[in-house]
């Protein structure tokens, strides 16, 4: 009990200290927050939910089958980066003036799923950190990997859920 009390302890940190932090779904939360809406921001927030999974996979997998990474982590960054400077210069480039306002559809969950993927963040985190640590607690027992992972995903979500009704103030 005490063991998972522990990893529940460390995914609350973990997951609150990554959901704080600065970098693409942090910007992104706020960006779909201030041009659309809270509904939005909290959307985006949502979308490590969705990714992280073949993530995790995905890392285990490299982590398994590889002993140096640093290609593959080259590529997905060189990915996430481009994709980063299609958002930013989407985001400064003015349009034009148009007085016949259309809605337009934010499309937010998308861009935070694609965000997330192409970022990164995940990747280090759930090769150096996350994997390794929910590997050890399912050697402990399963409700020590069940408790770091529920208690990072829901401090994840949840601080980037709060930046974006604070953004939206």
Known sequence: MIESIQYLVSGILFGFAAGISPGPLLVLVI????MHS?????????????????IIATTVFILSRCSSSNFV?????????VFIGYLAYDSIMIKGVDLNIRKVKPQSLRKGVITNFL?????????TIGA??????????IASAVSFIAGFYVLLVGSKVLIALLVDR
């Open 73 to 81: 982590l080259g590529i997905i960054s060189l990915a996430g980066a």
């Open 31 to 34: 960006t779909e927050t201030i």
């Open 119 to 127: 970022s990164p963040h995940p990747y280090f985190f759930w090769m």
């Open 132 to 141: 390794p640590t929910v590997l050890r607690a399912f050697q402990v027992n």
């Open 38 to 54: 809270r509904k939005e921001g909290i959307i985006v927030s949502a979308a490590p939910v969705m990714t992280d999974i073949p």
